[in-house]
T-cell receptor
Framework: EAQVTQNPRYLITVTGKKLTVTCSQNMNHEYMSWYRQDPGLGLRQIYY???????DKGDVPEGYKVSRKEKRNFPLILESPSPNQTSLYFC??????????????FGSGTRLTVV | EDKVVQSPLSLVVHEGDTVTLNCSYEVTNFRSLLWYKQEKKAPTFLFMLTSSGIEKKSGRLSSILDKKELFSILNITATQTGDSAVYLC??????????????FGAGTRLTVKP
């Protein structure tokens, strides 16, 4: 089944403790992206990647890192999480978005709470 | 700025009603507009609109884009309780680097009562 898999689904952590949220897709998509969703603000892009070893900042990159060493994986790293990073996170992927026809495929989401 | 504005923010209707959800956007770097439905999980793709005036339909849902007036609408006829969800509108940008990024609106929360 074609899908984007995120782990974990839920995570509660403490301020300053490094964490990684994994994202993997099995569709050979070139483009991958991370979003956070907060009430009243919709989905905001954190980072995106056009292909292996190519990453770039989205609208709200502060406090986050990403890497794209392999085409299928795009982990989101919070080096020193803070309470304002409490949010619902989504990973998404697509073929080259310039040739997009059917929208992005989203993962199931990771609900992160930083206390 | 690449704003996408959805209205209303929330809407409560009864089964059988017809609803119209609105999405307006700024013209800069516009490529396409997408509609998603989000229940208690990941957004699921509904429509992608690139050309003005061409209606896309899927069952009781339909959508159309007006590139002159910079808006799109999503219509749902004969609503059912299963239509209750947040509906997201997103604009695909065509940046100088051809990245095709999306900008989302805040969403419209639709509640359909029995």
């Amino acid at each position: 089944e074609a899908q984007v898999t995120q782990n974990p689904r839920y995570l509660i952590t403490v301020t300053g403790k490094k964490l990684t949220v994994t994202c993997s897709q099995n569709m050979n998509h070139e483009y991958m992206s991370w979003y956070r969703q907060d009430p009243g603000l919709g989905l905001r892009q954190i980072y995106y990647s056009m292909n292996v070893e190519v990453t770039d900042k989205g609208d709200v990159p502060e406090g986050y890192k990403v890497s794209r060493k392999e085409k299928r994986n795009f982990p989101l790293i919070l080096e020193s999480p803070s309470p304002n990073q409490t949010s619902l996170y989504f990973c998404a992927s697509s073929p080259n978005p310039v040739r997009l026809r059917y929208g992005y495929t989203f993962g199931s989401g990771t609900r992160l709470t930083v206390v | 700025e690449d704003k996408v504005v959805q209205s209303p923010l929330s809407l409560v209707v009864h089964e059988g009603d017809t609803v119209t959800l609105n999405c307006s956007y700024e013209v800069t770097n516009f490529r396409s507009l997408l509609w998603y439905k989000q229940e208690k999980k990941a957004p699921t793709f509904l429509f992608m609109l690139t050309s003005s005036g061409i209606e896309k339909k899927s069952g009781r849902l339909s959508s159309i884009l007006d590139k002159k007036e910079l808006f799109s609408i999503l219509n749902i006829t004969a609503t059912q309780t299963g239509d209750s969800a947040v509906y997201l509108c997103a604009k695909i940008l065509l940046s100088r680097r051809q990245t095709g990024d999306m900008r989302f609106g805040a969403g419209t929360r639709l509640t359909v009562k029995p």
